[in-house]
């Protein structure tokens, strides 16, 4: 919900993103010890991450590509500014 009670719309900008992009983002996320990188990360908050989850928010492992810098505040789609986040809490970081 929005300010006063109204339902706001979500477009995930990236959710066509190619596996290329897709890949040089989920690489930024932390690996844990004992669990297999290629399938498993955590975000910059601490949260589970599955790659095979990207755009899913049906799953709590579902994760989005978001910006460090929003575009409003003078971000850029330049992947240095790009960054893998579980799916709520890029919603909150939006």
Not at 34 to 41: P, Q, S
Not at 65 to 73: G, L
Request: no cysteine; charged share 20%; net charge neutral.
């Amino acid at each position: 919900m929005g300010e006063g009670g109204v339902l706001v719309s979500y477009q995930y900008r990236f959710a066509s993103a190619d596996e290329r992009l897709k890949l040089s983002v989920w690489v930024k996320g932390k690996i844990s010890e004992g669990y297999n990188g290629n399938f498993y990360r955590r975000d910059a908050l601490g949260t589970w991450m599955q790659y095979s989850a990207h755009g899913d928010t049906l799953s709590y492992f579902g994760w989005e590509i978001a910006y460090i810098v929003p575009p409003e505040k003078g971000g850029t789609d330049d992947l240095s500014n790009l960054q893998p986040l579980q799916w709520q809490n890029a919603r909150r970081n939006a």
